[in-house]
């Protein structure tokens, strides 16, 4: 099997973690395994290189912070080469502009363009392995590019893709993806494997264990991604395409997301435009919008209601409260103390009426829904923050999810 | 006039240094110039990131050694271009490969081939400054090669040539070479200018200023070096040619070194081939053999005297005394408590006696010549180390260097 491994800062964050970090490669090269490696920064180290720049010029040119910030990365990456080689396994060190990786010249956020990859395969033909630096490559013209917090796993997915590997391993200090929240419910139970329409749904409500980005990248080019952790020997979670034969249950997962704030505007004139109006300026000031209620018109006055990030509520009460006035509309109101809750599985696909048995469940609870937005593969209800644990234990035992005991 | 500035660690070394370097290029930016940059990485930088190697492997791979120390530079230089870019002077960094310094492949000791510059260039003919890492570059493959410790002086120097430039200026933590250590003769003076060969000679007797290769380099391309101070704004000592018009004085200056230890292997059956068995298996155990004298053949028989480093000196005897019993010499004597003294100058080449009137000067101090060797512009003796201070002063005096009070 040909495999890209990626391991994350804590993976590399200590010489110690290094050592492991170079022994599970060892194991998987043991195995016979063809393997590629993707490393992000030692843990710290990024912030440490921002904070230098941050004391001089909290606004750096971009192009000199990504040529700043790479460096952690290459550190990381020859670190880890220098441990393999100890260890007998041929290592090679590799920037992201010596690997390939060619993006736009986008600095900060960069976009990869593609990876010749060419000079990497034949390391792994030859049994050595590339240990190449995430979540960078140069543009056109060789300057140094980033591409953004956690790019680290776009890196290792484009690397998977660029090397035709059978599968990108993604090592993490979680050992996989859950039914839900563990410290929630603690029969959650860990996922064998989960599609990448569904991850992009769990990745989409906070769990952060894996890159938006890695998925829909991963997704295209349908690499499955193993979701493991660096500290288990054990399988974690895959994710890949839907097409693998079992059965789905009604819903793969309860996800839930407390960072979230609601703002209403309240009798605005019912005219063409008026969304625009409103969700223009909200983007102008960098907040992220999600869902979104109209309500039915009434007397030629509508009202708008959306939930944003909390810690962009002060600002987007601000700036509502300017859009009032100038669009002669009635209030502004606001409560930062509500909560996502989702049920997530495309097995909804096939089975009617989940939206209905959620509404049911938490109905039952005494939970009121304030607000409801729906997509394929996901039922998502806007609630009091207080209602959030007791909405997610009941949804995750009704869906029968709950782990039985043994 | 276009000029490089290069800036060693400690013009880097901190968050405020690099603010007074940054300023030192505004300033002569302010005055017309095109200036093109190079720089060390933060001082203990690189100490620090092979520490963190050697903790893993003190044999770490060349390549990857090579490819994480250059990352010391790269921070340096994106921090300077900062800097400057928030004092409001246009600059971008560029690390060795991509500033285009192509080397062979010698990990840690690689030569530079070439500087591809036409793009740092344009940016100077733009009034933007290029900030470029010292010590290091890319070889054929894209692989980061290193020009082993002080190689910042010739990345400048290179650069100078392939820029095009007027003057390399190196700022240093002194302010120039003087007519010999103030800390023996408080009466030495700066030098204004010094030749290539006289600094080439200076620096091989432990003035470690400025790296021998830049020098080299530099005479060879007649690229004036202006050596000077990082803290004070006055000029420093300019190497360049000898052609400068004026009437030279018989010595330039006055050097020592103390860090010396005298072998002798005695009564070596005198025939073809000796030299090469004795100094073989000394250069195949990496020891820089210096002063050799072969007394004359008596009976047959022959001596051999030579200097070596101190730090060098038991590995030394050890090993002759091997060879002692293998070439049925007589015996191994050693001396590790003795020093050199140089008179070196260009004016010696013009004024007849020089080597004469030294050897006067320590015969009236009653001081015991050792050994003696000369080049064209240098005389040198190893005497008792304790006679250091005595020699250097009255050399100094004799040959009219002392500085007149005022």
Chains 1, 2 share one sequence.
């Not at 509502?320 to 100038?326: A, D, I, K």
């Amino acid at each position: 099997m040909r495999v890209v491994h990626k391991y994350g800062g804590t993976s590399v964050g200590s010489l110690d973690r290094i050592r492991a970090t170079a022994k599970l490669i060892q194991e998987d090269m043991a195995r016979g395994n063809e393997v590629a490696v993707v490393v992000s920064a030692m843990s710290g180290e990024t912030n440490r290189l921002i904070a230098m720049a941050n004391e001089i010029d909290s606004k750096a040119p971009a192009r000199e912070m990504d040529a700043l910030v790479s460096t952690g990365e290459q550190v990381s990456a020859a670190l880890l080469a220098i441990e393999l080689n100890h260890l007998g396994v041929p290592a090679y060190s590799y920037s992201g502009s010596q690997a390939g990786f060619r993006t736009d010249s986008s600095h900060a956020r960069a976009r990869i363009k593609g990876v010749e990859s060419e000079h990497l395969i034949r390391h792994m033909q030859a049994g050595e392995v590339p240990v190449v630096t995430g979540f960078q490559g140069s543009d056109e013209h060789g300057n140094i590019t980033t591409l953004g917090r956690g790019g680290s796993d776009t890196s290792a997915v484009a690397l998977a893709i660029a090397v035709n590997a059978d599968v990108c391993n993604i090592y993490t200090d979680v050992n996989g993806i859950y039914t839900t929240d563990p410290r929630i419910v603690p029969q959650a139970s860990k996922l064998q494997e989960i599609s990448y329409e569904e991850m992009l749904e769990f990745a989409s409500l906070g769990a952060k264990v894996l890159q938006t980005r890695s998925v829909e990248l991963a997704m295209r080019f349908n690499i499955p991604i193993h979701l493991r952790s660096s500290f288990e020997g054990v399988a974690g979670t895959m994710v890949n395409g839907e097409d693998t034969g079992m059965e789905r249950a009604e819903i793969t997962g309860v996800a839930y997301n407390r960072d979230e704030a609601k703002v209403t505007i309240k009798g605005i004139p019912d005219q063409p435009g008026i969304a625009a109006r409103i969700f223009g300026p909200v983007a102008d000031a960098d907040i992220n919008v999600d869902v979104i209620v109209q309500n039915v018109s009434e007397h030629g006055l509508t009202d708008m209601t959306f939930t944003v990030p909390r810690n962009d509520y002060a600002a987007t009460m601000a700036l509502l409260e300017g859009l009032c006035t100038q669009m002669k509309a009635e209030k502004v109101t606001g409560d930062d103390t509500v909560a996502k809750v989702s049920i997530i599985g495309v097995g909804m696909r096939s089975h009617a009426g989940v939206a209905r048995k959620m509404f049911d469940v938490l109905a039952n609870e005494n939970i009121n829904i304030q607000m409801i937005t729906t997509s394929e593969i996901k039922v998502t209800v806007v609630l009091e923050e207080k209602y959030v644990e007791l909405a997610v234990h009941s949804l995750h035992s009704a869906f029968g999810l709950d782990a039985e005991e043994e």
